[in-house]
């Protein structure tokens, strides 16, 4: 059954409405990828078991884990509890359909470059060279740009730990990350394990027993002073 209504995914705040799962170029790249080295068996299994599913238009999330506007889904442009921030711009492709794109090229390669040595082709040999080291030059520019991706993720959450630091006081734990970012406990406290430099986030362990996270910076801010220093007379003698 399809999810349609406008809904905002917690992966990358996309607020709107989900797309159908081959729409997405990368999903249609892997079909392709998978009927060719399937004989089109593994396609059609794929195609079957994707083709009622819709996804997140930007970062292919299920729409299924998207939540409606109103009931724990954020419009980007507000934030976490109403904080306003810049709305964020749209997120790099993931890669994929140039990673399943290289891989085919380097078994089309491998096939030419096979045939050529036995049927002592050498043009056929240099051929398929060529197509191999394109298929190599493409499936590492869709790495480059899947770890592309993973960053701009990975510092869109971070931002968004800050703004709920920011309204806790400076002080978080797991379940409260977790609760407000819609992810599993197992992948907040990785977050905020990755995210504790010892410097401008701290854990520390409360008389109760409890793990929490602290931002200094925030924590401390109203104590701060935050007045120019005086100048030194650049006439007077040291």
């Not at 079909?31 to 819709?54: E, I, N």
């Not at 299920?62 to 306003?84: D, F, K, T, V």
């Not at 995210?195 to 931002?215: A, K, L, N, P």
């Amino acid at each position: 059954m399809r999810q349609t209504g406008v809904k905002s995914c917690p992966r990358c705040a996309y607020v709107g409405e989900g797309i159908d799962y081959f729409r997405r170029p990368g999903h249609i790249f892997l079909l392709v990828g998978v009927s060719l080295f399937t004989y089109g068996l593994g396609g059609l299994a794929y195609w079957l078991a994707r083709r009622k599913h819709r996804v997140c238009p930007q970062c292919g999330l299920g729409w299924m884990h998207a939540g409606a506007l109103g009931q724990g889904g954020r419009h980007p442009a507000h934030g976490i509890a109403g904080i306003a921030v810049e709305s964020e711009e749209p997120l790099p492709r993931s890669g994929v359909g140039r990673q399943v794109i290289g891989v085919g090229m380097a078994a089309i390669a491998a096939m030419m470059i096979s045939v050529g040595f036995v049927e002592f082709v050498l043009p056929m040999v240099a051929v398929g060279s060529v197509i191999g080291a394109g298929g190599t030059a493409t499936f590492w520019w869709g790495m480059k740009a899947k770890q592309e991706l993973r960053r701009v993720l990975a510092a869109r959450t971070q931002r968004r730990v800050l703004m709920l630091a920011t309204e806790k006081g400076g002080v978080l734990t797991v379940t409260e990350v977790a609760a407000s970012l819609n992810m599993s406990l197992d992948r907040a406290e990785e977050l905020m394990n990755t995210m504790d430099d010892g410097f401008r986030v701290r854990s520390d362990v409360t008389e109760q027993g409890i793990i929490v996270y602290e931002f200094p910076e925030v924590l401390h801010r109203p104590s701060l002073d935050f007045s120019p220093r005086p100048q030194l007379d650049s006439g007077t003698n040291a």
